[in-house]
């Protein structure tokens, strides 16, 4: 299983602030955000549209990054703290 | 030293703390939420809520101060950075940067902060008579935190 979490407006949107998902078939970041996406609505305008970042257990990541099970993925929009 | 917090914290007591060793320079920094009036409908700024990711902020944060650490000679660090509501004046972070000379410690801190505001997740939302309101992040802050080679 993925540990999947939303933060902030993304989290807002989408009306849910993460979930567990089976890992099958989805090896990278990219893969998992185009399983999200393909639920439609706002999951594929915001996971589309290339403005919201993720992170694979805490540290920052790419599309190119692989996700195993077991993983924390995080999907948020861009930081504005300080 | 890094705290995430919800408490205020006082800029004095935080200095002092700092002085340990290697103090020949002391920089601080505070950011405090600004006032912003509205000629709209939508009122006057009136607090913002900080959101952040429990875990990776903290590592997030030490990692800046360490590439500080690494390329400046650098005696005590402190950041600070509040999370919850803040009112409008209220103090949302602080960093401070002692050094034996005053350019490391100016350029640390300085380095600090456009690598906080572009890298560290925390998120804000403002609140207005209005309504709530999540803050886009700033071009002008990616440029800022690209300047560092």
């Known amino acids: 299983m993925l540990n999947v979490k939303y933060f902030a407006s993304l989290r807002d949107i989408v009306s849910s602030d993460g979930e567990q998902l089976e890992a099958n078939g989805v090896g990278t970041v990219g893969e998992l955000r185009d399983l999200l996406a393909e639920r439609g609505g706002v999951w594929a305008e915001q996971l589309l549209d290339g403005r919201n970042l993720a992170a694979v257990n805490q540290q920052m990541a790419s599309a190119e990054t692989p996700v195993a099970d077991g993983d924390e993925v995080a999907f948020f929009p861009p930081v504005t703290g300080g | ?149």
């Not at chain 2, 660090?77 to 000379?101: C, K, L």
């Open chain 2, 1 to 149: 030293m890094i705290r995430i917090q919800h408490e205020d914290f006082d800029v004095a007591a935080e200095y002092r703390r700092l002085c340990n060793r290697d103090c020949g320079a002391v920089v601080t920094f505070s950011g405090n939420v600004r006032e912003e009036k509205s000629a709209g409908r939508e009122g006057d700024l009136q607090a913002l809520y900080l959101e952040h990711y429990p875990g990776m902020t903290e590592k997030a944060l030490q990692n800046i101060v360490d590439q500080a650490g690494q390329r400046w000679s650098l005696g005590g660090v402190t950041v600070i950075h509040r999370i919850g509501e803040i009112p409008v004046g209220g103090q949302i972070v602080f960093v401070g940067v002692a050094s034996g000379h005053r350019g490391e410690a100016f350029a640390a801190c300085e380095f600090i902060m456009d690598f906080l505001k572009t890298r560290a997740p925390f998120w804000k939302r403002e609140r207005r008579a209005s309504g709530e309101r999540w803050v886009e992040a700033k071009h002008s802050d990616s440029q800022k935190a690209a300047r560092w080679k």
